[in-house]
T-cell receptor, first 111, second 115 residues
Framework: GENVEQHPSTLSVQEGDSAVIKCTYS??????FPWYKQELGKGPQLIIDIRSNVGEKKDQRIAVTLNKTAKHFSLHITETQPEDSAVYFCAPPAAGNKLTFGGGTRVLVKP | DTAVSQTPKYLVTQMGNDKSIKCEQN?????MYWYKQDSKKFLKIMFSYNNKELIINETVPNRFSPKSPDKAHLNLHINSLELGDSAVYFC??????????????FGEGSRLTVL
């Protein structure tokens, strides 16, 4: 099955700084790379995704970059704000039509 | 209108009891899921149904039995509850299988505490 590792497990940044989370996966057949954000007391929500024919995708302050050769993809958050504080999950799909979630990264943005 | 709704939101019960969690989605999606999130936030898939048919059944004890009466509903029944069943259970749906559409829509979770 898919082996997914996410680093760091916790990340504390000052408001306005950037945050980067890296996700490493093992299944070379993976072709879809999403990031989910889970706020306190809520379910995870898709915030950005990328497919294997694209190297980078940006949506306002968030971006995802993909390195298929090295089998990792990263979430970049620029100009962080307190509402970015949450747990972030990468979830590359594994065989059998299911997403395999990373262990999560708890991001704390300090005002 | 809530897209994926699950009830109850909180459930506190004694070991050995049987309990159910219900889930409904109004997105017209074909596929529904149950995920378990433990205290360390690890999210693991338990089951997936596509149009009422079971398509994913991870290594989950037989005490857990999902039921999908129609494609908009997926319920989870748990027999003989154990302390280790304490977790947050999330229902989710997707338009087709996740490998096709990618996006999972999650409910707000049902926090189960077994005493």
């Amino acid at each position: 099955g898919e082996n997914v590792e996410q680093h760091p497990s916790t990340l504390s940044v000052q408001e306005g700084d950037s945050a980067v989370i890296k996700c490493t996966y093992s299944d070379s057949a993976s072709n879809y790379f999403p990031w989910y954000k889970q706020e306190l007391g809520k379910g995870p929500q898709l915030i950005i995704d990328i497919r294997s024919n694209v190297g980078e995708k940006k949506d306002q302050r968030i971006a995802v970059t993909l390195n298929k050769t090295a089998k990792h993809f990263s979430l970049h958050i620029t100009e962080t704000q307190p509402e970015d504080s949450a747990v972030y999950f990468c979830a590359p799909p594994a065989a059998g039509n299911k997403l395999t979630f990373g262990g999560g990264t708890r991001v704390l943005v300090k005002p | 209108d809530t897209a994926v709704s699950q009830t109850p939101k909180y459930l506190v019960t004694q070991m050995g009891n049987d309990k159910s969690i219900k889930c409904e989605q109004n997105l017209g999606h074909d596929t529904m899921y149950w995920y378990k999130q433990d205290s360390k936030k690890f999210l693991k898939i338990m089951f997936s149904y596509n149009n009422k048919e079971l398509i994913i059944n991870e290594t989950v004890p037989n005490r857990f039995s999902p039921k999908s009466p129609d494609k908009a509903h997926l319920n989870l029944h748990i027999n003989s509850l154990e302390l280790g069943d304490s977790a947050v259970y999330f229902c989710a749906s997707s338009r087709r299988g996740v490998a096709n559409t990618g996006e999972l829509f999650f409910g707000e979770g049902s926090r189960l505490t077994v005493l």
